[in-house]
């Protein structure tokens, strides 16, 4: 088995998404990717202001392009943001005052900034007037994403036919409290015959009773699991950053805001979902192996 990580934001101390990142700082996390049992990842930038998200991106692909081991193990930029739906809740760790609605012009620089390594943009269908700006990222073979997103049933198919092919994060970056039977998480399952799904298998994103009811009802073909790690993943608990926000990690290792009112990113390892699937849903090795290594390469790979 060989891991592929759709979701990394930073990891062991290392924040992709600050001001600054140094050579050693990027080196350190792949090492300690490795270490812990990841074959490769996508580089995640979440919302920011456009030009700061520029920079930032700029600042990953010079350093990785100087350094083999990121080479090897980062193998395209995941940007999460800044086209999703700014209400609360949807919004979820992401800076609302950043937020924007889909266009191909902010898109195209974003594309720019990673040089080639855009390899997956998750968006809110319903700020996505026409679904042109996902029909550009398909055209340009990026997977288009759903997520921090409420978008109607029609118009998360309309995004579909458009070259919407995946949804982010499945059962998060959405209210706690939601309509019980139309809402964004049973309209995203509907649609799993034609989207990989993706969830962050530790428990508290979702709990593990529900992800095995919903892994039940979809079945494991389209089925992807991913981290979505932040710096302070395999440091313990204390006090973090994540693109300038305080993050407070307690004796639990959950990431919340200062406040407690909601998750930013994940604490989880590679080696900590395997056990959790093993363990806590009663998944095969087989198994493991689609959800983290085959089901995300094809989902990269039929974009491109």
Known sequence: M????????????????RDGLTAEQLHHACECLVEDGCDAILATFITDEVPVLERRIRTLVELREK???AQKMITGIHIEGPFINPIKGYVGAHPPHAVKPANVEDAKRLLDAAGGLAKLVTLAPEHDEGCKTTAWLASQRVVVSAGHCDPSLDQLRAACD???SMFTHVGNGCPIQMHRHDNIIQRALSLHHRLWLCFIPDGVH?????LKNWLRSTGLDRVIFVTDAISAARL??????????????????????????????STVTVA????????????????????????PRKAVAAAG
Request: aromatic share 10%.
């Open 236 to 265: 313990g608990p204390g006090r973090y950053t994540l693109a300038g926000w305080d993050i407070l990690i307690g004796e639990d290792l959950v990431a919340r805001s200062p406040d407690g009112s909601h998750f930013v990113g």
């Open 206 to 210: 979702v709990p593990f009773f529900v």
């Open 67 to 69: 350094d083999s081991l």
């Open 272 to 295: 900590r979902i395997k056990a959790n699937a093993l363990h806590d849903l009663g998944m095969t090795e087989a198994e493991l192996t689609r959800v983290l290594d085959e089901n």
């Open 2 to 17: 060989k891991p592929f990580d759709l979701q990394v934001n930073g990891y062991a101390g290392s924040d992709f998404n």
């Open 162 to 164: 458009a070259g919407l």
